[in-house]
């Protein structure tokens, strides 16, 4: 059984930062992509950002220059700092992953979110 689980949310005054983790743990044969989207009150869910397992990136036209993603292809983790936090980045934030378990197919997986909240 695959997991994806995410840690890290939390309150923050804006102007702060935070970093979110997310572990993928499991019977894996191979990951993917890995990414972090997030969804704020009555929106719709949105990228924020993806990473290769060659490490190249993908971010949100918005979010570049204040959110960076890496990843640990060894932990099978991903990251995502978040610097000069604002109001509006508060949501839920999810971790996915592109996981090939042992003897099952291709499939992408999700955490189970973790709240940000920035105040002002």
């Known amino acids: 059984q695959v997991q994806v689980v995410e840690s890290g949310g939390g309150l923050v005054q804006a102007g702060g930062s935070l970093r979110l983790s997310c572990a993928a743990s499991?019977?894996?044969?191979?990951?993917?992509?890995m990414g972090w989207y997030r969804q704020a009150p009555g929106k719709q869910r949105e990228l924020v950002a993806t990473?290769?397992?060659?490490?190249?990136?993908n971010y949100a036209d918005s979010l570049q220059g204040r959110f960076t993603i890496s990843r640990d292809n060894a932990k099978r983790m991903v990251f995502l700092q978040m610097n000069s936090l604002e109001p509006e980045d508060t949501a839920v934030y999810y971790c996915?992953?592109?996981?090939?378990?042992?003897?099952?197919?291709?499939?992408?997986?999700w955490g189970q979110g973790t709240q940000v909240t920035v105040s002002s």
């Open positions: 990473i290769t397992s060659g490490g190249s990136t």
């Open positions: 499991g019977s894996i044969f191979s990951i993917g992509s």
């Open positions: 996915n992953a592109r996981i090939t378990p042992h003897r099952h197919p291709t499939g992408d997986y």
